[in-house]
Nanobody
Framework: QVQLEESGGGLVQAGGSLRLSCAGSGRTLSTYAMGWFRRAPGKEHEFVGAISWRGTTNYADSVKGRFTISRDNAKNTVYLQMNSLKPEDTAVYYC????????????????WGQGTQVTVSS
């Protein structure tokens, strides 16, 4: 069973950047599509983006052009580069493993990390 652990969250000013990492252990992530979701206080999980095992990506409109997902299968790690951050990006960010990068619903992803907090100040 693969375990996922996010890191890289923190406090950043609006307009700044952060890079989140999602490291897998126990099993390779290379056969999974990997997604990123976020959950703001009082809101449901929101799809951010996903990447196929070959590197094809899919993004939510709200982050398109600002966020970039990549993966390094040799390091068993997936990344979320976030640029031009806005206060509305404040949320707990989760990585998740699933079967297709085209899936955008929480229930389509079978494995989840614990999340990392991202706070963007105005």
């Amino acid at each position: 069973q693969v375990q996922l652990e996010e890191s890289g969250g923190g406090l950043v000013q609006a307009g700044g950047s952060l890079r989140l990492s999602c490291a897998g252990s126990g099993r390779t992530l290379s056969t999974y599509a990997m997604g990123w979701f976020r959950r703001a206080p009082g809101k449901e999980h929101e799809f951010v983006g996903a990447i196929s095992w070959r590197g094809t990506t899919n993004y939510a409109d709200s982050v398109k052009g600002r966020f970039t997902i990549s993966r390094d299968n040799a390091k068993n790690t997936v990344y979320l580069q976030m640029n031009s951050l806005k206060p509305e990006d404040t949320a707990v960010y989760y990585c998740a493993a699933g079967r297709s990068y085209s899936y955008t619903k929480r229930y389509d992803y079978e494995l989840w990390g614990q999340g990392t907090q991202v706070t963007v100040s105005s």
